[in-house]
């Protein structure tokens, strides 16, 4: 099992300090950047040390599925020209979360949404594909969406999406908003490709350390017996005090963990 940390393209040195071995950057950050700001990234990334196996934030939250204005194809476009700069930085993987964006609209017929939603994550699939890389449906709470906000909810949609480069991931904040057993990792452990993490408590997300009072464990327990050795990316976008003091901390506790769970 390896550890990753979320975080932006500046912070590449921090996440390698703390002791992570990826760093989980935006997407949108990375085909905003023009080509020079791009190479000068690459670089900076390539003497890291750190992987760059997954990149979040495919599209922007702002963005809805269902309105009269999304246009798919602008979105395929701006996939393609990330996908083809985060393969070149070692991308295998990109979560797709986009709760709101994927929200079916009061009164809008499910089944017709489903299928509306599985054509647009079947798109991206295939130009993401083209890159090797993996699209992984992430499960949501129901503050953030009201559709796909559990493992088997989703193990159904893939097989309406039907298509090789969509799969699943599993994140412990959402699994414990929704009272999803965390079980369900073994259960599902077929499509369950990568994890997140952070301190499932309250609105904001804080990393996990040893004393905070909430029991991490069992987490790790459920992705052990499932066989799961992927990335457990910590999604802490909150600090009490100080980013590096904070990562490092947590860095060690999740590999004591990990040891723990075994």
Request: net charge negative.
């Amino acid at each position: 099992m390896k550890f990753g940390c979320f975080g932006t393209c500046r912070q590449l040195s921090l996440i390698k300090k703390a002791g992570f071995d990826s760093a989980e950057l935006d997407f949108c950050e990375l085909t905003a950047m023009d080509e020079m700001t791009y190479a000068g990234f690459c670089q900076e990334a390539s003497s890291s040390g750190l992987g760059l196996e997954v990149f979040s934030g495919l599209i922007p939250l702002a963005e809805r599925f269902f309105s009269a204005d999304f246009s798919l194809e602008y979105w395929l476009e701006h996939t393609k020209k990330g996908a083809a700069r985060a393969s070149r930085l070692g991308c295998t993987m990109i979560p797709f979360g986009a709760g709101k964006c994927r929200s079916i609209p009061e009164g809008y017929p499910v089944a017709d949404a489903a299928a509306h939603i599985a054509h647009i994550v079947r798109s991206l699939c295939q130009v993401l594909m083209d890159f090797g890389i993996l699209l992984v449906i992430e499960p949501l709470g129901p503050a953030n969406s009201n559709y796909l906000n559990t493992l088997p909810e989703v193990a159904d949609f893939l097989k309406l999406v039907d298509h090789p480069g969509c799969a699943s991931m599993c994140d412990l904040r959402h699994m414990c908003r929704t009272e999803e057993p965390l079980s369900n990792i073994g259960q599902y452990k077929e499509i369950v490709r990568h994890a997140h993490i952070d301190d499932p408590r309250g609105d904001r997300r804080y990393f996990p350390g040893p004393d905070d009072g909430y029991d991490y464990l069992p987490y790790f327990q459920a992705l052990h017996k499932a066989g799961y050795d992927g990335l457990v990316t910590v999604e802490a976008t909150s600090i009490r005090q100080d980013f590096l003091t904070e990562a490092a901390f947590c860095a060690a506790y999740l590999r004591r963990l990990s040891e723990k769970s075994k």
